[in-house]
């Protein structure tokens, strides 16, 4: 049984999300590097690159960075971005990593966390940015706030974007998230391209616990790149920042 992350990251998905935009990631990029106090040439994981925006804000910024990515194809348009061949691009399942590690951090945002239906699942991902990570380096994991998700759901939303019309439903079921995206192009009668997200919620107490069973130190919680302070109630992100302890 193929999971929706081994289809939904192709070439739909540079339609639907073609409106984040790289001048954004450069801004996160710098509110991160001041959390996580890296040094020049500091060597930088970026678990589930995508297209590769951060990472290239990230070795726009002096760093050494590594992009890991399950999607052939968001990697193929990270490598046409980075027509200097700055960043070290790898195709990888984030549960198995095949690297030596010793980096001085690792990050993973936008969500690019809780595909998986067990718990063990999600726990060899930390495991593995544990793995990464030198002692004493730090990390990111940039999550979206659950009570805020269940609170502001959209459950249907429809736009038109290049002869595309897509519509997406949104439901929150058995402890997941859950979006259905349709795309039909415009003026075709075919059925429409139908694909599936879903991500496991977590409260901040649950993926402390995780984060604590892996063998990671959370060190601080953010709401967002603009928000110092996380607040169960209204921030829309909860953006762990912390670090592996030196043994």
Known sequence: MTEWYEESFGEDYLLVYKHRDVQGAYEEVHKMINWLKLEQQARVLDLCCGMGRHSLALADAGFRVTGIDLSDVLLRE????????????????????????????????????????????QLKVLQGIRHMLKPGGSYIIDFMNTSYVTR???PHSKRETEGHRIEEFRQIKD????????????GSSQKPRIHEERVKLYTREQLSELLQEAGLVVDQVHGGYDEEQYDEQDSPR????GHRPVE
């Open 238 to 241: 909860m953006i762990f920042v």
């Open 175 to 186: 402890g997941f998230v859950q979006k259905e995206i349709h795309i039909t192009d415009s």
């Open 152 to 154: 502001h759901l959209v």
């Open 78 to 121: 990270a490598r046409q971005m980075d027509t200097e061949n700055r960043v070290e691009w790898v195709h990888a399942d984030m549960r198995n990593l095949p690297l030596q590690g010793g980096f001085d951090a690792v990050v993973n945002l936008f969500t690019s966390f809780g595909y998986f239906r067990e718990d063990g699942e």
